[in-house]
Every structure is written in C-alpha cells, then in structure tokens.
C-alpha cells in the first residue's frame, strides 16, 4: 500500500525567507510523486510532478529515492505562496491512476 | 474550453438517507475520480470512472456507489449516510489512459450529515 506523510500542518514564514515544504512516501513501485496547492477560495491544482523537473512559481521539489522524501522548496517567500500545499503519489492500479494524498501544509507567509 | 463542475455546492443530509452529488467532466476528457476530504485531511480516492466503467476503487463501501454518462459526466452515489460521510467531495477529470494524466479538480461539493 502507498503513504503520503507530510509532518506539518503548518508552516510559518516571513516573505523573503526559504520555504521547505516536507513530503516523505512509501510505495513499493516505481512513485510518481506531484504537489498539488490550493489558494484561498480556489480549487485544487497541479502545481507540479517530478518527471517534469520544471520550476513552478519558484518552486522545486526533487525525488529523492534512498530518503522516499519529494520535499518543495522556494528560496524566497511571497505573500502569495500562502496557501493549503498537498503532496501526492500516483499509482497505477493495474486499470486505474489514483492520487494518494497526504494530509497537507498550510503555507503562511508574513511580511 | 470549459473547467469540472460539481453540483451542488453543498448540502445537509441526515443520517440514513441517500445522497446523490453530479459532476461534469472539462471537455475533451473521458475519465473521472472521485475523493472524499474529511476536515483537516487530504483527499482520499473514492472510485475512478473510465469510458462508464468503474475501473478502480478505493477502500470505501458498496454503499458508495457511481455512474459515468456517455457525456462523460458522473454522478456519486452514497445510501444509509453515516455522520462520518460529512466531507468535501471532489471530483476530477482527465484523459484516461496506462500513464498518469493531469486530474483537474472541480470545486467540490461540501455534505453535512447530522
């Protein structure tokens, strides 16, 4: 069975300060891992999946496979980043691709 | 190009009734999921829908049940609602397929069960 763990329900930050957002899994195939956000109000959204090891927002997330982490990170914290930041494992069933969540971290950045 | 849509935005329900929660697929896609988020938890897999056939499930009961309309649009079910079922109820829509396709998630239906 997959495990998404994300250890903190809140992390708190002045803007301008680095961001680490953790995420550990455990899965015994080959993970797929995504961070998904929500804004204020809005729904949830792909903020980024590791195959693309594209740089969204500022953010990066790197697989680490020897530490099972896919943790995000921002050098510098805008007011806008603040927002609810779900980490998530895709796995392929053998007819269906589901998400498996963690419990996510709200993000606050202050001024 | 039109996002996933969920109807109604939220509803009260008591306990042993049944509930039906609609879902309108973005355009151009032909799978469906549906989750379930309990207060201060992520999003757990409920079932997924592909060309109207269910083809996964999560660890939920028969009690909760779906339908995938040739349209592509869904519908989740659930009968004899327990307290417990009062969550968010979100849908997502891609491209079905072997591979991982982006989901795009509907603004969720909100159900209180008392």
């Known amino acids: 069975a997959q495990r998404v763990t994300q250890p903190e329900k809140l992390l708190s930050v002045f803007k301008g300060a680095p961001v680490e957002l953790k995420c550990n899994y455990s899965?015994?195939?080959?993970?797929?891992l995504f961070w998904y956000v929500q804004y204020s109000r809005q729904r949830l959204q792909l903020l980024l999946r590791h195959i693309s090891r594209e740089s969204i927002k500022g953010f990066t997330a790197d697989l680490n496979k020897g530490e099972t982490s896919f943790h995000l990170k921002k050098p510098f914290a805008q007011e806008e980043d603040s927002a609810m930041y779900y980490c998530?494992?895709?796995?392929?069933?053998?007819?269906?691709?589901?998400?498996?969540f963690g419990t996510g971290t709200r993000l606050q950045v202050t001024l | 190009e039109t996002g996933v849509t969920q109807s109604p935005t939220h509803l009260i329900k008591t306990r042993g009734q049944q509930v039906t929660l609609r879902c309108s697929s973005q355009?151009?896609?032909?799978?469906v999921s549906w989750y379930q988020q309990a207060l201060g938890q992520g999003p757990q897999f409920i079932f997924q829908y592909y060309r109207e056939e269910e083809n996964g499930r999560g660890n939920f009961p028969p009690r909760f049940s779906g339908l995938q309309f040739p349209n592509y649009s869904s519908e989740l079910n659930v009968n004899a609602l327990e307290l417990d079922d009062s969550a968010l109820y979100l849908c997502a829509s891609s491209l079905g397929g072997r591979t991982y396709n982006e989901q795009f998630f509907g603004p969720g239906t909100r159900l209180t069960v008392l």
């Open positions: 355009s151009g896609h032909n799978t």
């Open positions: 998530a494992l895709s796995a392929y069933t053998g007819t269906a691709s589901k998400l498996t």
């Open positions: 899965y015994s195939g080959s993970p797929e």
